[in-house]
């Protein structure tokens, strides 16, 4: 019988400060991008919430809120629940079969980072999704008033050679984007 091996903590116990929190949920840089979220959530392996969305082509993005961005999500999950509500509310009184819940879209202006995951499914045939990673955001409320999120990235600004800057060049939207399609960059 082999002997019990403790499993390895990737994370440290203790409180981890946000400029390295930031630097491994930006790698890529920070570009600015409106995307319209639906009322889909789940949550990641690491314990952060997720919502679905859909960016200016159509194409179906797992929005993340990760790390001590977390607690901010709470509003923008109530105006979300709150949407399919009236929807459902909506549906009942006019009595039809319940809307597709992609058609119920609130668009919210995000500030964050792609990152293109790939997963084989059981058929061993590799999938391509998009995740944006999120750090800030702002949406409008059902009462018309502009709500705004998050915090906005610390990355450190440390000088780069010319084969380190094209290998750890900022990732654009054209980088993930089907249609290729070019989000703004912004300076660190």
Known sequence: MPPD???????ARGAVAPEYEDSGLFKGGVIQVQLALVPVFGTTSRGDCSARGFNADGTEVTVVFAGRRRPHFQ???TQLRYMYAQAQHKDVLLGVKMRDIN??????Q????WRAQRQQDEQGQEQRSLHFMVARWAFQAHDGQT????????LSSKPQGTAEA?????LSYSDVSPAGRQGTVFGR
């Open 103 to 108: 058609s119920i879209q609130l668009p919210v």
């Open 5 to 11: 091996i403790p499993r390895i903590d990737r994370r």
């Open 75 to 77: 509003a923008l999950y």
């Open 166 to 170: 094209k290998r750890d060049r900022p």
């Open 110 to 113: 995000c500030e964050g980072s």
């Open 147 to 154: 709500l705004k999120f998050g915090t906005a990235p610390l």
